[in-house]
């Protein structure tokens, strides 16, 4: 087996995965309404839809936009689209028709795929760039695989060469507008079989999938290791805590963002006995708090493997499967990907243990933002190093650890203030779920160090309290000038705490 080049010499992903299928009638997929799709059925199918594609002009190279629920057969337009050597572009379904003007109108792409009850307005917008419509609902349902049932299964999967795109995933863009990162045959492969080898993925592996799949945990992490290791998945619509409790006593993967975790961890029904027969609890998109992975442990007698990725780079580190699965620590650098830790402003390595900004190299890394080329040459180093604009350090036993995004950072007075090591400070107090440090406007300081705190139901925690507690712990530029407290973080689907939205809401809190 060799899914870095096979003998037919096709870097397609799809031949990589499928060429050397050994049994077509392994389980690959099933659904909560009892479909039993194998891996036979999924080429067939993914054979329909190509020929579907085709027949409406689809061209390789071309993007295929879709924005659709998570479905079957929206998974294997995935696998159809990459088939046909063409570039399969996923859209968050909760972008607006205002937003996806301007995906459409950047992407351009020869078709676009969409729920049935958005037909008109997206034909409007298709019609600027001459692209077709056809739907998909979420029940499976649409034009699409209707003309799907007369197409034929056979299909020559279209040669592509490493470097050839097989997909488009926009940044979610919190700042600015968003980049379409475009990921080759290869970004994909390597890394979901790099994964296979590193999380000990088998045949016998049955993951519960349970993320969305227009984002790329969901799409290449979950569903693109499971089939190159030939195992199966539960395909669920959306995250249902009881329901993945019950899926426990037969899965044994789970591939989650930290609010699954912390969400599973409020039902009773999760105890030791409920998840011994899992393998595997892997957390990313979002740092995973110390505390839920300590207290996941606890409950279930297994340490949540946590690993970093995004977008632009597909997975680069992970947390050992065998060794220490440091709470708070993203883990190693995975096999065939570089990571270091350079000074933002000169870009000079710095040493293991000092913080800096997170820099990385491998095959998993993208070719570039579709169309911005001074954007892209901007965000790599001369030496092909991708700057991702996380910062971290390196500690001295080669754990990569993530304090924030760049543009996170608070600069107070002048100094550098990373907002992870002040929160990790006002989590650790009792009564205090989770914190969210911001720098917002002040008249004095430039920026104002604001914590914001979310504490347990009944937890009577003052502003005061928080900064005694703080106080002589944290140098003085580093202490919050007021502590604000919410019922709730805003949060993205997937996962991530919206820094943005708590900025934009304090703005005025210092400034006359
Ligand atoms: P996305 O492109 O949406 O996948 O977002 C990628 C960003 O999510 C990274 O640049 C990190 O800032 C963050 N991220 C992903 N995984 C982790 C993790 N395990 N811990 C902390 N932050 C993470």
């Known amino acids: ?165 097989a997909a488009i995933l926009y940044t979610s863009g919190t700042t ?8 080759t045959h290869d970004n994909l492969a390597s890394n ?17 999938h349970a993320l969305p799949i227009y984002h790329t945990h ?56 409920a998840a011994s027969h899992m393998r595997l609890f892997i957390s990313g998109s979002a740092p995973l708090l110390a505390d839920t992975h300590r207290e996941w442990s606890a409950r279930t007698g297994h340490a949540v493997l946590e690993r970093y990725g995004m977008t632009e780079t597909n997975m680069n580190t992970s947390n050992p499967y065998d060794g220490d699965r440091v709470p708070g620590a993203v883990g190693h650098a995975l096999p065939g990907v570089s990571v270091r830790v350079t000074d933002p402003d000169t870009g000079k390595e710095l040493p293991r243990e000092t913080i800096g900004m997170i820099e990385v190299k491998g095959s998993n890394v993208f070719k570039g933002y579709w169309r911005m080329p001074e954007k892209t040459k901007a965000e790599f180093r001369s030496d092909g190093f991708f ?19 760049g543009k996170d950072l608070v600069i107070s007075g002048g100094f550098n203030v990373y907002p992870k090591e002040i929160e990790s400070e006002i989590d650790a107090m009792p009564g205090v779920v989770e914190t969210a440090v911001i720098g917002v406007p002040h008249t004095d300081f430039g920026e104002g160090v604001t914590a914001v705190v979310v504490c347990n139901k009944g937890a009577s925690l003052t502003e005061g309290q928080v900064l005694k507690a703080l106080d002589g712990r944290l140098a003085k530029f580093k202490m919050p000038k007021r502590v604000i407290f919410v019922d709730e973080l805003p949060r993205n689907a997937m996962g991530k705490v919206q820094k943005n939205i708590l900025r934009d809401a304090y703005k005025d809190i210092y400034v006359k």
């Open 218 to 273: 969901g799409l290449f992490v979950a569903s693109n290791v499971t089939l190159f290791a030939r195992a199966s998945m539960i395909f669920l619509p959306k995250f249902d805590p009881d329901l993945i409790i019950k899926l426990m006593a037969r899965a044994t993967v789970l591939m989650g963002v930290p609010t699954f975790y912390t969400r599973l961890l409020q039902n009773p029904a999760l105890t030791k006995q």
């Open 387 to 405: 700057i991702t604009g996380d910062i971290g350090k390196i500690d001295n036993n080669d754990y990569v650890h993530i304090l924030g995004r």
């Open 1 to 165: 087996m060799n899914h870095f080049g096979n003998t037919t010499m096709n870097a397609n992903l799809f031949s990589r995965l499928f060429d050397d299928l050994d049994d077509a009638g392994r389980l690959a997929i099933e659904t909560l309404d009892g479909q039993r799709i194998t891996y036979g059925d999924l080429i067939a199918f993914s054979g329909r839809l190509a020929n579907v594609l085709v027949a409406r002009g689809v061209k390789p190279g071309d993007r295929v936009a879709v924005q659709v629920e998570k479905s079957v057969p929206n998974l294997v337009l995935y696998l159809a689209t990459v088939r046909a050597g063409a570039v399969y572009l996923p859209l968050n379904t909760a972008y607006t028709l205002n937003e996806l003007d301007y995906f459409i109108t950047d992407a351009e792409p020869a078709l676009v795929v969409c729920d049935p009850s958005k037909i008109d307005g997206i034909k409007a917008l298709a019609a600027k760039v001459g692209a077709k419509v056809e739907t998909l609902g979420a029940d499976g349902k649409g034009t699409l695989t209707e003309a799907a049932t007369t197409a034929k299964p056979e299909f020559t999967t279209v040669a592509r060469a490493n470097d050839d795109l």
């Open 176 to 183: 600015g507008r968003s980049k379409g990162a475009m990921l």
């Open 192 to 208: 979901s079989y790099s994964l296979v080898d590193y999380w000990r993925f088998t045949d016998k592996d049955v993951l519960i």
